[in-house]
């Protein structure tokens, strides 16, 4: 264990040594992601000697070497080869986590004061005055009201949150005029003063872009843990700022660390190098958001869980990803493929079956009796979601990936082929998903249901970090491990070339979906480690 030593000093040096870097003043504006209907877009247009795309490029270096260093692996494996490639994996592991993070020198030139940020630490917490739809025409008011309006012009505009439309800035601060009401006088001052924050911090373009956005759109689980966690913090306080926009960094190389006390040294870096690399999910996306990986840290929780036979603690995990994103649910879909072919084949139910469906199922109860609890709503938030939800899914998104958007990229006059192309490839591989299940563990199982979503949805690109997660399949078929390499090598390769061009979604689509049905194919192989067949020989 002296290796994973090593590296919780080393990723504790670096977060330190970040702490006390120029940090947030070195970035360029034109690194800032515009605000789309999925919370941040495709960057502004900008030269090629922009920072995002010169640290892209030295990601791209990290992940070409790393998948070197795995091909190599696979080949020579003397005791010495094994020792030297252990300290290559363990800098490899940290310069990529390091890379995300540009290194801990260039990031966002508003710190905390993202239009990201804004959306889901304002509208989480004050959620109950503000529900889904009063995020906007508060926000304008009150700044109104302190003669700081945000959006200024002669045609100045601002979505109504509740018709979605888009409208005069000056109706939708009207709409607001009731918003004292709505407050107490100690919170209406507290959200103005945190306003101020925000708005003064913005340059003109982002203040008049942040209010054509599509509001506050998390659920209501994750509106839950980011209320409380808001309203533990004043951004009035200069320290409260950085350690919400710090916080994922934490997380995130406690979940590393996490990955190599159960499945050891080379899973982990192999996991830590797609996650730090990866293109479509880069820090100019979403870093230094505010509690934006939460899914991810409580999926791969879920399958550590399961990895070490923990079925209720992996139920509950999964349940926490599902409920604060949906997506993640996938992940739970292949557990549950893989219990039903299992209970099939035995003709009875496991015990550990019952304990997955006993977590999950106590999971969700908690979160709708914390709901009730915290809002005392019922159910009607959950409706007030789902509306919210719907009007959000209606709207077309640039950058989506996955196999619906190949279909429309190839089909783009006629719908009917389009779902023809799309059914049948979502058939096709959900025959083969079902044949591979047979061949693998049930923690594998769950882990490769992240195969699922970019081929039944088409999500944001900043979320195809799950492919991070399904390299955990790489601990028992290091060839699933090459291949997801290579396919976040043909991502950067191919975001390089297309920088800033939509183009580059339609493309990385394409490999998402390749990479998803070469990697099943491979999981449908059987397969047994060496400690398994010693296991199978040694008695116990």
Excluded at 505 to 516: E, K, M, N, R
Aim: neutral net charge.
């Amino acid at each position: 264990m002296r290796w994973l030593s090593v590296l919780v000093i080393l990723l504790l040096s670096l977060f330190l040594v970040a702490s006390y870097t120029t940090g947030d003043s070195l970035a360029s504006i034109q690194d800032i992601p515009s605000v789309s209907a999925a919370g941040p877009s495709l960057p502004q247009k900008t030269q090629r000697t922009a920072v995002d795309y010169e640290m892209s490029l030295v990601r791209t270096g990290l992940l070409g070497f790393g998948l070197l260093v795995f091909v190599v692996g696979a080949v020579r494996k003397t005791p010495k080869a094994s020792r030297v490639r252990g300290l290559i994996l363990l800098a490899l592991a940290l310069l990529s986590f390091a890379s995300y993070y540009q290194f801990f020198r260039f990031s966002h030139v508003r710190g905390f004061a993202t239009s990201d940020n804004y959306h889901y630490y304002m509208g989480s917490k004050y959620f109950p005055e503000l529900g889904y739809f009063g995020l906007y025409e508060c926000s304008l008011f009150v700044l109104t009201e302190r003669g700081l309006p945000p959006v200024r012009g002669a045609k100045a505009q601002a979505r109504n949150l509740r018709n979605m439309e888009i409208e005069s800035v000056d109706v939708i601060t009207q709409m607001g005029s009731d918003c004292p009401e709505r407050f107490t006088e100690e919170r209406w001052e507290a959200f103005g003063d945190e306003m101020e924050f925000f708005s003064t911090q913005w340059p003109r373009h982002l203040g008049n872009a942040t209010f054509l956005d599509h509001g506050y759109h998390p659920t209501p689980a994750w509106t839950l843990v980011g209320g409380q966690v808001g309203n533990a913090t004043e951004l009035v306080e200069p320290l409260s700022a950085y350690v919400l926009s710090r916080m994922d960094r934490v997380l995130i190389g406690a979940a590393l660390i996490a990955i190599g006390l159960v499945f050891g040294l080379e899973t982990a870096a192999l996991v830590a190098l797609l996650w730090g690399t990866g293109i479509l999910w880069r820090y100019t996306w979403v870093g230094d958001a505010f509690l934006r990986h939460l899914w991810w840290l409580t999926a791969l929780g879920g399958i550590l869980a399961l990895k070490r036979g923990l079925q209720a603690s992996g139920g509950s995990m999964l349940t926490l990803a599902t409920l604060f994103r949906i997506f993640p649910g996938a992940l739970g879909v292949g557990y549950l493929a893989h219990a039903l072919r299992t209970s099939l084949q035995k003709r009875k139910i496991p015990s550990a079956h019952y304990r997955f469906a006993m977590g999950a199922l106590g999971t969700l109860v908690t979160l709708l009796i914390l709901t009730e609890w915290e809002w005392g709503q019922g159910l009607y938030v959950y409706d007030h979601f789902v509306t919210k939800l719907k009007t959000f899914s209606s709207t077309p998104i640039s950058n989506d990936i996955g196999l619906g958007v190949v279909s429309q990229w190839i089909f783009p006059a006629s719908d009917t082929a389009s779902l023809l192309l799309r059914s049948t490839g979502s058939v096709l591989f959900i025959i083969l998903f079902w044949r591979a299940i047979q061949y693998v563990k049930d923690w594998e199982a769950a882990a490769a249901g992240a195969l699922l979503i970019p081929i039944l949805t088409s999500p944001a690109n900043y979320y195809f970090s799950f492919f991070a997660i399904a390299a955990l399949l790489s601990a028992r078929r290091p060839r699933g491990g090459l291949i997801l390499l290579a396919t976040a090598l043909l991502w950067n390769l191919n975001g390089l070339v297309l920088y800033q061009q939509h183009s580059e979604f339609y493309w990385a689509s394409v490999i998402a979906v390749a990479s998803c049905f070469a990697v099943v194919l491979e999981l449908a192989r059987p397969v047994e480690t060496k400690q398994e067949l010693q296991e199978q020989v040694e008695p116990t």
